[in-house]
């Protein structure tokens, strides 16, 4: 029996990084995992990996800024399963500029996609989650716990989600869906590759307090967003997970 055996999930941005391997791990678990992304192609991989692994998955295609793209997705699910049990709002982008620096489009850009996403993702999703004992988890970040250089719209973002997902944890209690955020550290995936595996000035800029002399692995963050999703965190809601390495703490 599975961990999250015979529940229903959305991962967005699930065509890689972290997205990818949520997906593996709650469909390795049990679940059936509606993968989206924009990236059709590398979706549908991701799909074909985890159906040949024997688990259950279904690719579809949204952009988490897109209304109609969240209306057509949870109709798709509503379709085929009937409701959904579990939430992961994962789709996210890095501009690296400090806020002074960054123009109207970047700031807009990092916005839509990282706060109005997951809003967005939310509002269309709640219907179908409702009276489930269902779970919503934001993908937030360590920049939404404390600041860093040359990521202003990026870490004003991740603070959005963080309080978003509290207030969204008072509101939802009453539908039987919890709500938490995860708050990675420096973790492995394409969206860091350049500055972890460039030159070695840069990757230690980038690793900043990690206590760890390693970057995450993306499976290491999958593991705490399989205990949110699970019912093994039933009494855990509005809470904030860091997986990290030690940064905060340093
Ligand atoms: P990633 O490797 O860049 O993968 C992100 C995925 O999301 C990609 O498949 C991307 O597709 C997709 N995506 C981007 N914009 C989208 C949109 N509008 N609609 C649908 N899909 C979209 O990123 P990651 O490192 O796995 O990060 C996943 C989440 O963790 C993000 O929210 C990120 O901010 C957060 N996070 C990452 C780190 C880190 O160190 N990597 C640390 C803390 C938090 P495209 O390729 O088409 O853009």
Redesign the pocket.
Known sequence: MGRVQGKVALV?????????THSEDLAREGAHVFV????VA??EAVVQGIVASGGKAEFLA?????ES?WDSVTAAIADRAGHLDILV??????VLKPAHETTNDEWDAVF???VR?VWLGIRACVPLMKNRNASIIN?????GLVGAPSAGA?IAS?GAVRLLTKSCAVDLVGFGIRVNSV???????????DLLHGDAETRKAIMGATLFDR??R?EE?SKAVLFLASDESSFVHGAELVVDGGYVAN
């Open positions: 967005t941005g699930g065509a890689m990084g972290m997205g990818k989206t992304d924009r990236d590398a979706g949204l952009d988490v800024t897109r793209d709002n994962n789709a996210g982008i890095l839509n996609v990282n996403g993908i937030s970040s360590i920049y990026y991740k708050h990675p550290g420096v973790i492995d995936t394409p969206m860091t590759r970057p995450c993306p963050v």
